[in-house]
């Protein structure tokens, strides 16, 4: 019946879209085919490597770039890299920093769970600005003298979260950061699409750049990418790649690492926990180039249908439909799903937790549930799925009517 039956478990229907926490995006067919390819025969890993790099390069306008255990990984190894630049004594000494400066300047509005991953290869982050908007207490989000204020000499960089609403930005805080010679990191895990964000966070000042892998580009879910200054991604890697050769065998790609600028081989680095195997290097560089291609747009008209059949199906329901289609004309549509809790007697909390719970489990988007909404991502919609959705959604957006309550 499949490898998850075999395991005793039964597949859901995840309308949540690419969210780690339930597998992430599908893979494409070309996808999974290099992967499977990938594992017939070896190549070194640091040469394998260079050459993602080059394809990374020529589709982001990056100097190098490098694959990833994820956006996550991202962070920790871009920290790392701006922590210890080819300075083999620094990378022994992560997560300590003693002797060099460490902190990361972000802005309070910005720190988010995924910092935990900057944190983790020693930097210390100091935050700067307020939290007027959401505490209502103000009008001004961060400005950008408020990091210029907050530059020193324990200062090694700066961190940014990219958002569409992100403020200041990232133009002007690279302005300020590149003032002080100091470097900028971006986590933009999950801005893809617009596909011009991979090039765009590049020119707009960034020094490295983190995406993910498992998300949009619909690669292996454990990659991401790493990308910007060539002195940056090169001592990233020697923190990622295990190194136990010799320095006068080890010959690198040149375009990933700079060997004259090493006194000696690091040992594996604060990265090695995080090390990728040849076919996900070799699937994400796949899925990166059918991401860039446009392919994806393709499955947009189909998923739009699967939508408009469950909004159609809920009609007599006690809920609202709102088709969301985004501006971008890259990203999925979504159904948005306002539950009438009165008539249906039963809150939005309710509904989700029975959605889970039935057979087969279906995982609907939970961010707006104490509102009263939910919400359904087609990424992993099928006719045949779409069939069953429609059926478990049908079974719990029924009142149970007055003689139950
Ligand atoms: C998803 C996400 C991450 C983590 O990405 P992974 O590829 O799962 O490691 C980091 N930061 C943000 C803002 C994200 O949305």
């Known amino acids: 019946m499949g490898v998850y039956h075999d395991l005793g478990l039964d597949p859901i229907i995840n309308v949540s879209g690419a969210v780690t926490r339930l597998g992430g995006a599908p893979m494409p067919p070309p996808v999974l085919d290099a992967f499977r390819a990938a594992a017939d025969e070896c190549v070194p890993l640091d040469t394998l490597h260079g050459a993602a790099s080059r394809v990374i390069a020529e589709l982001t306008g990056a100097e190098a770039g490098l694959v990833t255990a994820g956006a996550a990984a991202a962070l920790t190894l871009g920290t790392a890299a ?169 010959d690198p790609p040149p375009e990933l690492i700079d060997t004259a600028r090493l006194r000696g081989l690091p040992r594996h680095g604060i990265g090695r926990g995080m090390k990728v195997s040849k076919e996900q290097v070799v699937a994400l560089v796949t899925a990166l180039r059918l991401f860039v291609s446009g392919a994806y747009d393709a499955e947009l008209p189909a998923m739009r249908g699967h939508l408009e059949e469950v909004a159609a199906a809920l009609a007599a329901r006690p809920v609202r439909c709102r088709l969301v289609m985004p501006a971008d004309g890259q990203s999925p549509p979504v159904l948005e799903l306002t539950i009438d809790e009165a008539v249906l007697g039963r809150t939005a909390v309710e509904v989700c937790r029975r959605l889970r719970a039935g057979r087969p489990p279906v995982y609907p988007g939970h961010g707006g549930v104490r509102e009263g909404r939910l919400t359904v991502n087609p990424l992993h919609l099928t006719g045949e799925r779409t069939r069953l959705l429609i059926g478990r959604l049908q079974e719990e957006l029924t009142s149970d009517g007055p003689a139950a309550r």
């Open 82 to 250: 701006i922590l210890t630049g080819y300075d083999p004594s620094r990378m022994e000494r992560l997560p300590h920093c003693a002797g060099f400066p460490d902190e990361f300047v972000v802005a309070r509005d910005q720190r988010n769970g995924y910092d935990h991953a900057v944190r983790a290869a020693g930097a210390r982050l100091v935050e700067v600005g307020m939290n007027e908007v959401i505490a209502g207490a103000g009008v001004r989000r961060v400005e950008a003298w408020e990091y210029a204020a907050a530059f020193g000499p324990a200062t090694a960089g700066v961190l940014y979260v990219l958002d569409p609403e992100a403020r200041p930005p990232l133009a002007e805080v690279a302005a300020e950061a590149h003032a002080a010679g100091l470097p900028v990191l971006v986590d933009a895990a999950g801005e893809l699409p617009p596909r011009s964000n991979l090039r765009d966070v590049l020119a707009a000042g960034a020094d490295l750049v983190c995406f993910s892998g498992g998300k949009a580009v619909r690669g292996p879910q454990a990659t991401g990418i790493l990308c910007g200054r060539r002195d940056l991604v090169g001592p990233a890697a020697l923190q990622m790649l295990d190194l136990d050769d010799h320095f006068d065998l080890w």
